[in-house]
């Protein structure tokens, strides 16, 4: 089956043209082209992504990364050779999906190919089947950490999600930029923070047998539910910058480790009791989203899967651990392949912010 799918849900445009057959579990996944464009140097003033600034570079975009996918694919831009076309619905920056709506609605009509609606966090979910070594097994635990969200999913089989723990204010992506925020890094704050927290590590290799001047909260990390909360987090390191008044570059990575092990610490921490909950019940393990990238909580997600031999940990190619449109078609491929009628209804899409993956 061949998808052209087009990603719009933030601040990055994307359109990918792929070529999937095979069973589910264990698809053969060919990228026949794919582009994307990051607003990042646009955004960076804000601090954060601006919302009609990110409907209008995708506007802009869109067609410039269609002709450049198309292209890429040797297809013919008037009549390409595809099956269907699949944009994500939601959730996300509601002006910002309408864009990737109207445009791959616009184009389903020219090309008489029909429209599929993809839920973003299930394109991250299923970002693991791209270059699988063996078949993905269910029932599976998914833990989604982005900028957007933070979230545990119980995924029953293919299609069959349920949320058991989501973050009650910010989300862990979010907190990593604000945090960095505050420490004066430019946005995206992420990467930068734990590139600081690895310098800490780095310029001091016994760091974690040393008496600790301060720690930083783990918010909700002996809870009975399996919910996050990372806005008293967060506040704690605004109090600390306040109170020491320090702005050299030794204390900026001390702040930044803390704050990355105290993030880290909670997200094992409830994925650890949501493993257990489960026994031996769950084969796999899917940890994804731009959060999944971050190198310490790799490393925890390595000694956590010790702990429970009869569990798979599946991550993302680093491709896909942030926005793209290549997990938006295979998101696509799953739920074509559950509800063939999908390419038979063509109701129009509405774009929707605040999607659930059980909605």
């Not at 990364?65 to 939601?90: F, K, W, Y």
């Not at 959730?91 to 309408?98: F, S």
């Amino acid at each position: 089956m061949k998808i052209l799918s087009i990603e719009t849900s933030c601040d990055e445009t994307a359109i990918s043209l792929l070529d999937i057959t095979g069973p589910l579990e264990k698809p053969d996944i060919k990228v026949l082209g794919n582009t994307l464009l990051s607003q990042v140097a646009l955004h960076a003033e804000y601090g954060g992504v601006y919302p009609n600034l990110a409907k209008r570079e995708h506007e802009k975009n869109l067609p410039i990364l269609l002709e450049q996918t198309l292209q890429e694919a040797r297809e013919d831009s008037e009549n390409p050779q595809i099956d269907c076309i699949a944009v994500t619905a939601g959730p996300g920056l509601e002006p910002a999906l309408w864009t990737g709506i109207t445009f791959a609605e616009e184009l389903g009509k020219k090309w008489g190919k029909p429209v599929v609606p993809v839920n973003h966090m299930a394109g991250h979910i299923f970002s693991v089947l791209y270059n699988l070594d063996k078949p993905l097994q269910m029932p599976a635990l998914a833990l989604l950490v982005s900028g957007g969200h933070t979230e545990l999913v119980h995924i029953k089989d293919f299609g069959n999600y349920e949320i058991i723990g989501r973050t009650l204010d910010d989300a862990v992506g979010e907190a990593f930029d604000k945090v960095a925020r505050m420490l004066g890094l430019p946005y995206p704050g992420g990467p930068k923070i734990s590139a600081l927290a690895e310098e800490a590590r780095r310029n001091n290799p016994n760091y974690e047998k040393l008496p600790r001047s301060f720690s930083f909260p783990r918010p909700m990390i002996n809870s009975k539910n399996l919910n996050f909360s990372f806005s008293g987090l967060k506040t704690a390191v605004l109090y600390k910058l306040r109170d020491e008044k320090r702005t050299d570059e030794e204390f900026k990575e001390i702040v930044a480790k803390e704050f990355e092990d105290a993030a880290v610490d909670v997200l094992i921490a409830k994925t650890r009791k949501a493993l257990e909950s489960f026994g031996t019940d769950i084969k796999t393990l899917i940890v994804a989203g731009g959060v999944s990238a971050n190198i310490k909580l790799s490393n925890e997600l390595e000694k956590l899967s010790t702990d429970f031999p009869h569990i798979t940990l599946r991550l993302p190619d680093k491709l896909l651990t942030t926005d793209n449109a290549i997990m938006i078609g295979i998101a696509a491929f799953v739920n074509i392949s559950l509800e063939p009628e999908l390419l038979r209804d063509q109701t129009p899409i509405k774009a929707s912010g605040n999607l659930t993956l059980n909605s």
